[in-house]
């Protein structure tokens, strides 16, 4: 079982920035794709951005391209995602989730273990 623990969040104004971490329980990390996903109130759960297993491949959603950063380090189990230029529309609860397959899947049903999320609030 794989655990997935989200830090980071808060609350910020437009413009500003976060950086959300994700620590995982297991030493087998680096073999696990990553993800970070969020879900806005009365709205599905969406991509948000993903790393292949051995951080060479990475993928944003349209939304975040430009602005948003995805990276790992597989010395500390851990991934991030570097929030810039955030907007009103970025609030969100933020998920991170693993893959075991190793692949930086874009889709919810391709990953294996979530976090429980950290609430991204952006006033304007």
């Known amino acids: 079982q794989v655990q997935l623990v989200e830090s980071g969040g808060g609350s910020v104004q437009a413009g500003g920035s976060l950086r959300l971490s994700c620590a995982a329980s297991?030493?087998?990390?680096?073999?696990?794709?990553m993800g970070w996903f969020r879900q806005a109130p009365g709205k599905e759960r969406e991509f948000v951005a993903a790393i292949r297993r051995s951080g060479g491949l990475t993928r944003y959603a349209d939304s975040v391209k430009g602005r948003f950063t995805i990276s790992r380090d597989n010395a500390k189990n851990t991934v991030y995602l570097q929030m810039n230029s955030l907007k009103p529309e970025d609030t969100a609860v933020y998920y991170c989730a693993a893959d075991l397959t190793g692949v930086a899947s874009t889709m919810t049903y391709e990953y294996n273990y979530w976090g429980q999320g950290t609430q991204v609030t952006v006033s304007s």
């Open positions: 297991e030493r087998s990390f680096s073999g696990y794709g």
